[in-house]
């Protein structure tokens, strides 16, 4: 008799599989295709269904300690830091 194999997934192999295709929303841009994306609140709820003690951080910046930073080539622009199981990414994202 063959032994069973447990299969261990890693973090993005497990939240990759999720089929989100129903949540998917877009937005149109005035300059070619419209831009596909999932809403921010979807996606953390379904890695907080998988990964209940993950958490992420909005990094701050500056004296006033803005959510945002703005430069005249690249607009405003978001940063977090999203951790899961001890292991930290760090993403920056456009304000749309």
Not at 43 to 49: G, L
Not at 72 to 77: C, D, L, R, S, V
């Amino acid at each position: 008799m063959a032994e069973e194999k447990n299969e261990v997934k890693s973090v993005f192999d497990r939240l990759f599989n999720v089929d989100v295709s129903e949540h998917v929303e877009k937005k149109e841009t005035g300059k070619g295709p419209a831009l596909s994306y999932l809403s921010w609140s979807y996606a953390w709820a379904n890695v907080k269904k998988r990964y209940p003690s993950a958490n992420y951080e909005i990094c701050k910046f500056g004296e006033k300690q803005t959510p945002y930073v703005y430069d005249e080539k690249t607009g405003y622009m978001v940063f977090t830091k999203v951790t899961i199981e001890g292991v930290t990414h760090a993403m920056w994202l456009p304000v749309m």
